[in-house]
């Protein structure tokens, strides 16, 4: 069964729109963590956001908010006023424990979404 | 900070060929991890490790081996490539799952 889900696999905007990126997860873990991750046209994975199960708390770094909701398992990422540079993949992933080394922690990730910002 | 570094960052081989992919991290990080990444496939984990002189299987683990001797190197090895197994390989290393940081990665081309 896939732990996490991406279901938006492209999206395009208009830049100054909003879009939110939807993510979904499965976990039977009471302790883990999510993470989004972008991934430019060059290539490297950049670290956006971590939160843990146990903080619910929405955040928001300049136009990036996150909104976690453990009763619906998603952890959603919001960009306000998109630009231009803003294209670029967006990833989605989940640290766990389980797997064939028991309590150690797994990070799976999601298919990830294409976002693409039109001037 | 070099961080987690990744060596070669391109390789073409020949199917059939053999080469090892070289993960360095400088974190003293437990964890480290090996991913491929496929056009609409997101990351999928080949191998990882928890420590030092232990490794185990990821989601797509067939055609690769890997070895943790150190705890600051990860090795990905493909005895014989195939061309299926062309692809972007990262490289990550974690504080015990709570933190994940990336190499650069390696794209790979099998022929």
């Known amino acids: 069964a896939q732990k996490v889900t991406q279901a938006q696999t492209e999206i395009s905007v208009v830049e100054k729109e909003d879009v939110t990126l939807d993510c979904v997860y499965e976990?039977?873990?009471?302790?883990?963590?999510l993470f989004w991750y972008k991934q430019p046209p060059s290539g490297e994975l950049v670290f956006l956001i971590r939160?843990?199960?146990?903080?619910?708390q929405n955040e928001i770094s300049g136009r990036y908010s996150w909104n976690f909701q453990k009763s619906t398992s998603s952890f959603n990422f919001t960009i306000t006023a998109s630009q231009v540079v803003d294209s670029a993949v967006y990833f989605c992933?989940?640290?766990?424990?389980?797997?064939?080394?028991?309590?150690?922690?797994?990070?799976?990730f999601g298919s990830g979404t294409q976002l693409t910002v039109l001037p | 900070n070099a961080g987690v570094t990744q060596t070669p960052k391109f390789r073409v081989l020949k199917t059939g060929q053999s080469m090892t992919l070289l993960c360095a991290q400088d974190?003293?990080?437990?964890?480290m991890y090996w991913y491929r990444q496929d056009p609409g496939m997101g990351l999928r984990l080949i191998h990882y490790?928890?420590?030092?002189?232990?490794?185990a299987k990821g989601e797509v683990p067939d055609g690769y081996n890997v070895s943790r001797l150190k705890k600051q190197n990860f090795l990905l090895g493909l005895e014989s490539a195939a061309p299926s197994q062309t692809s972007v390989y990262f490289c990550a290393s974690s504080y015990l799952g709570r933190s994940a940081f990336f190499g650069q990665g390696t794209r790979l081309t099998v022929v």
């Open positions: 939160r843990n199960s146990f903080d619910e």
């Open positions: 992933a989940l640290s766990e424990r389980g797997g064939s080394s028991g309590s150690a922690r797994q990070l799976t």
């Open positions: 490790s928890v420590g030092e002189g232990t490794t």
């Open positions: 976990t039977r873990d009471t302790t883990y963590y």
């Open positions: 974190m003293n990080h437990e964890y």
